[in-house]
Protein backbone atom coordinates (compact mmCIF):
# COMPACT_ATOMS: atom_id res chain seq x y z
CA UNK A 1 0.00 0.00 0.00
CA UNK A 2 1.36 3.59 -0.32
CA UNK A 3 2.13 5.88 1.44
CA UNK A 4 -0.45 8.34 0.40
CA UNK A 5 -3.10 5.87 0.30
CA UNK A 6 -2.18 4.89 3.85
CA UNK A 7 -2.92 8.74 4.94
CA UNK A 8 -5.52 8.72 3.08
CA UNK A 9 -7.11 5.82 4.73
CA UNK A 10 -6.04 6.85 8.28
CA UNK A 11 -7.52 10.56 7.84
CA UNK A 12 -10.90 9.31 6.18
CA UNK A 13 -13.34 11.93 7.24
CA UNK A 14 -16.52 9.61 8.13
CA UNK A 15 -18.73 12.87 7.77
CA UNK A 16 -17.37 13.90 4.33
CA UNK A 17 -17.82 10.30 2.55
CA UNK A 18 -21.18 9.06 1.76
CA UNK A 19 -22.21 5.79 3.48
CA UNK A 20 -22.11 3.78 0.18
CA UNK A 21 -18.50 4.65 -0.53
CA UNK A 22 -17.07 4.09 2.83
CA UNK A 23 -19.15 0.99 2.59
CA UNK A 24 -17.63 0.11 -0.58
CA UNK A 25 -14.13 0.88 0.72
CA UNK A 26 -14.17 -1.28 3.75
CA UNK A 27 -15.64 -4.12 1.38
CA UNK A 28 -12.50 -3.63 -0.67
CA UNK A 29 -10.33 -3.39 1.96
CA UNK A 30 -11.73 -7.21 2.79
CA UNK A 31 -11.48 -8.48 0.11
CA UNK A 32 -7.63 -7.15 -0.76
CA UNK A 33 -7.30 -9.15 2.39
CA UNK A 34 -8.59 -11.87 1.80
CA UNK A 35 -7.00 -12.48 -1.79
CA UNK A 36 -3.74 -11.70 -0.33
CA UNK A 37 -4.47 -14.85 2.03
CA UNK A 38 -5.59 -16.50 -1.21
CA UNK A 39 -2.30 -16.00 -2.61
CA UNK A 40 -0.43 -17.00 0.15
CA UNK A 41 -1.90 -20.28 0.64
CA UNK A 42 -1.72 -21.14 -2.96
CA UNK A 43 2.28 -20.44 -3.30
CA UNK A 44 2.25 -23.05 0.10
CA UNK A 45 0.15 -25.91 -1.95
CA UNK A 46 2.75 -25.36 -4.84
CA UNK A 47 5.80 -25.86 -2.59
CA UNK A 48 4.31 -28.69 -0.76
CA UNK A 49 3.12 -30.44 -4.26
CA UNK A 50 6.95 -29.97 -5.90
CA UNK A 51 8.31 -31.16 -2.32
CA UNK A 52 5.79 -34.04 -2.85
CA UNK A 53 6.63 -34.64 -6.00
CA UNK A 54 9.85 -34.71 -5.38
CA UNK A 55 9.26 -37.59 -3.15
CA UNK A 56 8.02 -40.06 -5.11
CA UNK A 57 10.52 -40.27 -7.69
Known amino acids: ?31 RRENRLLKEEREILKTATQFFAGLKQ
Open 1 to 31: MSTLNKWVTAHRDTDVLPKKDLDLAKENDRL
